[in-house]
């Protein structure tokens, strides 16, 4: 299973709106810092404070291109979360398989 951490920044990451905004933005491809923060009415020093949490969590990749800081998306690190919330979402499914067959065995004792 993946480290705590790595899970913690993921989904805390995705906890925030402004930062699913700007992941879905790029996942059509590259943009610009300055292009994305014209979609808000935010600051471009806050919207850069949202991509710098993207970035430690590991969603998106930043890079240079001369004065032009160009961000990509990084889909990587969500099959660490898929694969928690999958683990789960069996898990559960188990339990209420589990929980169904008892109240039909209960039931077929009852008639």
Request: a positive charge; proline letters at 4%; hydrophobic letters at 40%.
């Amino acid at each position: 299973m993946v480290e705590n951490k790595e899970l913690n920044r993921i989904f805390g990451a995705l906890a925030d709106p402004t930062r699913r905004i700007l992941l879905d933005m790029v996942k059509l491809g590259p943009k610009r810092v300055t292009e994305l923060a014209e979609s808000f009415e935010i600051s471009l020093n806050a919207v850069s404070k949202h991509i710098k949490y993207l970035e430690k969590a590991g969603l998106i990749i930043r890079h240079q291109k001369g004065r032009d800081h160009i961000i990509t998306l990084n889909p990587k690190p969500l099959d660490s979360a898929i694969s928690l919330l999958n683990y789960y979402q069996e898990f559960w499914q188990r339990q209420l398989n589990s929980l169904e067959n008892f109240l039909n065995k209960q039931s077929e004792k009852g008639e």
